[in-house]
């Protein structure tokens, strides 16, 4: 089975300063995985995914994420925050590998603050 | 291209009366999802749908809730009768799982339900 844990429900940081959202993942299978965004009362936007290409993937508005599979990591960063970054990100793993077609496995969210 | 169009995008209700949500997908995709939003179960998967076809319905919470999907282009999410608890925010997904998917989901804006 497959699994998603974002380590933090909620982060807050400073305009300017690096942002860092924590994902870890349980698999059987080479997974694929994902970051998406949610801003306020807006569906949910890709990011960025990892398709077991590069380890280290660039995303949208400046997001990146390393897949560390010693780590089973999946971590977001992004250099310098920006206001428009406030929402939810979600970590999401993709289990479509076993036979499920395109089934997504969603953790809690984390909640990213930018503060002025 | 226009992206996943969901009607109503809000809908007040009272406990007991039937409630239809829409869904039209991308064109040329053919998987379609109905996930629910609530801020105590996260994004949950409802049912997901491939050429038309139910494949997973093990999410769907009990028997009055049920989904079509009647031609490739739309479907619908219908709760009868409703009740307070299914009160949250509907998103319909779609993507394409051809030889060349990579998991990406489409979200439409959703639907947001209140039962009172």
């Known amino acids: 089975a497959q699994s998603v844990t974002q380590l933090d429900s909620h982060v807050s940081v400073s305009e300017g300063t690096p942002v860092l959202l924590r994902c870890n993942y349980s698999?059987?299978?080479?997974?694929?995985l994902f970051w998406y965004v949610q801003h306020p009362n807006k569906g949910l936007q890709l990011l960025l995914k990892?398709?077991?290409?590069?380890?280290l993937v660039k995303g949208i508005n400046g997001f990146e994420a390393e897949f560390k599979k010693s780590e089973t990591s999946f971590h977001l960063t992004k250099p310098s925050a920006h206001m428009s970054d406030a929402a939810e990100y979600f970590c999401?793993?993709?289990?479509?590998?076993?036979?499920?077609?395109?089934?997504?496995?969603f953790g809690q969210g984390t909640t990213l603050q930018v503060k002025p | 291209d226009a992206g996943v169009i969901q009607s109503p995008r809000h809908e007040v209700t009272e406990m007991g009366q039937e409630v239809t949500l829409r869904c039209k997908p991308i064109?040329?995709?053919?998987?379609l999802f109905w996930y629910r939003q609530t801020m105590m179960r996260g994004l949950e998967l409802l049912i997901y749908?491939?050429?038309?076809?139910?494949?997973?319905d093990s999410g769907m919470p009990e028997d009055r809730f049920s989904a079509k999907m009647p031609n490739a282009s739309f479907s619908t999410l219908k709760i009868q009768p409703s009740e307070p608890r299914d009160s949250a925010v509907y998103f319909c997904?779609?993507?394409?799982?051809?030889?060349?998917?990579?998991?990406?989901?489409?979200f439409g804006e959703g639907s947001r339900l209140t039962v009172l």
């Open positions: 997904a779609s993507s394409w799982t051809g030889t060349s998917h990579t998991g990406e989901l489409f």
């Open positions: 698999s059987s299978y080479s997974p694929s």
């Open positions: 990892y398709t077991s290409a590069a380890t």
């Open positions: 999401v793993v993709s289990d479509f590998h076993s036979g499920n077609t395109g089934k997504l496995i």
């Open positions: 064109s040329g995709h053919n998987s």
């Open positions: 749908f491939n050429n038309n076809v139910p494949i997973d």
